[in-house]
């Protein structure tokens, strides 16, 4: 496994310290995160799922893009870096628009305990995505994924429940 550290920060994003990422999820401490949500022209969310040998969470679908940043990096530096490394595509028009905390225990001991930062785009198109990061990809409107988790929870990650309706919220207010 590479060895990537993530901020470690306290719950007013304050930076406190970095840490190897693996060894920060064993010990479930609060870190620096994002998550990218890219809508098409028909208001319609790219989603992903989660390459089948992730750490954590793998083979389960989630927003278009998500991770940590590095040191010295801007949320909107370390999205777009992810969005091409994990879907090989651009999104010029990314916007840093709001953040939460939380916390999710997975069955194999690691914990994600996140000051996640949400970032909203446009993309419309298919991404020739890095199969090493992403199983697969598609698009859904909200009410497709209301449904689709209404019926199978267990197939999404656990901070794309949380957040994806007020993502949804928040791209109709900036962008429409």
């Known amino acids: 496994m590479k060895q990537d550290n993530v901020i470690l920060v306290d719950h007013e994003d304050t930076m406190i310290g970095s840490m190897e990422k693996y060894e920060a999820h064993e010990k479930g ?4 995160a994002f998550s990218v949500f890219l809508f098409n022209d028909h208001d319609e969310l ?7 040998d992730k750490y954590h969470c793998g083979g389960l679908w989630t927003n278009s893009c998500c991770s940590h940043q590095r040191l010295g990096e801007t949320n909107l530096e370390a ?3 992810r969005l ?3 879907l090989r595509i651009e999104a010029p028009d990314l916007r840093d628009v709001f953040s939460f ?5 997975f069955e194999n001991g690691l914990t994600e305990h996140e000051f996640d930062h949400v970032l909203l785009g446009k993309f419309t198109g298919t991404p020739s995505f890095n199969p090493a990061e992403v199983a697969a ?6 009410k497709s994924i209301d449904r689709e ?5 267990s197939h999404f990650t656990p901070w794309f429940k949380l957040i ?5 919220d928040q791209y109709i207010t900036r962008y429409k």
């Not at 990809?137 to 909200?142: A, E, G, I, M, S």
């Not at 994806?164 to 949804?168: E, G």
């Open 29 to 32: 401490l609060l870190h620096r």
């Open 46 to 52: 790219l989603l992903q799922q989660r390459a089948l």
């Open 79 to 81: 999205a777009k870096r």
């Open 84 to 86: 091409q490394e994990e």
């Open 101 to 105: 905390v939380y916390r999710a225990e």
């Open 137 to 142: 990809v598609r698009y859904l409107d909200q």
């Open 149 to 153: 988790i209404s019926l199978q929870p």
């Open 164 to 168: 994806y309706k007020r993502a949804f």
